[in-house]
């Protein structure tokens, strides 16, 4: 029963499990901490600019309305990450790109761990460089695993491996989620924060044994290359590279489109969330640990999803059918949201959005870049995740913030701007499928005879 259960959902060959549950491993590490700072980033900022809030043009912009500006700020960093990002993988391999993120990322834990309890009083300025450095880890740790492991995977090792791998990171979110929730109001935020370090360390010696073992080991990856490689490239500007190789190419300006369309609705959902949390929770810490319930939410249904459809779906179905799981969910949870607009349904909406999207969205999208080159894996998938991710959001700012200004009262109303976006994300899902599988085919017999 066992055997046949591990047959139809996690087709895994023997040779390939070692990489799988040390890129599961890893990605649990990554979104762990993710989760162990999102409940903070987002409680901070919601308390220090409900009690301080900013006056612009005539807005007076508090709690959650603030947090908006934050993703605008979040995507000027952003941009210039990418052109360190792109800089970077001209010069070093992917596993001392990591460590050297790893590095980057422990000396500010250190940092905002030992500011943390004193920040409010520092002013807004420390405040929004907590928030951005919490926002920016997603962006650059994420988005590099991914990179690292499309480096290292053909379409059809994604399609039986990422199931699993992205197994290890719904849990890790549970994991960190589940201990902010438990913990943030006995041992405080400092804590917290300085036990990200223990993992940060972890990740780059567990992405050193995973390069090395694979480039020992393997016969059919796509890349393997010698510890001191790094990739080609012209002498182009930094900044600019990865969306030069996006925008030469219909199918990666699918997968921009396809993550931007995402970004853009969840950010909705994700501001009518904090409307309400804001309304109707009061206490800085109770906000912490409401945040941090919803992402245990989050995280076990991932699990079950993981665990029951994600490889399920990609090797018996395709993609195309995967992608579709998550915009087809977040139009029943807008309708559910408009016609039941309370604190519990928006948890509600926002829990189905996140767990799909973490779970089965994340390994089908994913697995959109495996038939790509390697520069594409690196700088045009840097450029998608780190750039056009933000730029999508400050869109969704812009509509969140002009909309209840000048038009609606009521944030639910807001559901109704998604329907649109949703109908442009399916139409553009059903073009990447046919894209997806046209290059796979082309491409795996190339791997093959490697």
Known sequence: MIDRLRKEFFDIRSGEWPKAIGLSVYFFLVIAIFWVLKPIKRGLVISYFGEHPIRMAGWVLSGAQAEQLGKVLNMVVAFAVVGLFTWLVRRYARHYLILIFCGVFGALFLFFGSIIHQIEALGSAAVWSFYVTGDIWTTVMVATFWSFANDLNTGNQAERLYGIVGLGGVVGGFVGATMVSGLVEQVGRSSLIFACLVPTVAIGLLAVWIHRRECQTATDTPCCPEEDAVLDHEEENAFLEGGKLVFQSRYLLGIAAVLGLYEMVSNIVDFQLAVIVEQQITAAAERDAFFGVVGQATSLVSIGVQLFATSFVMKRYSVKVALLFLPIAILAGTIGFVALPTLAFVGFMSVSDNALNYSINQSAKEALYTPTTQDEKYKAKSFIDMFIQRAAKVASVALNLGLTALVITDAR????????????????????????EARKEADEPAFATA
Do not use: K, P, T
């Not at 109303?413 to 997806?436: E, K, N, T």
């Open 413 to 436: 109303w807001l559901s109704l701007a998604v329907g649109v976006l949703l109908v442009a994300w399916i139409v553009v899902i059903r073009f990447l499928g046919r894209q997806y």
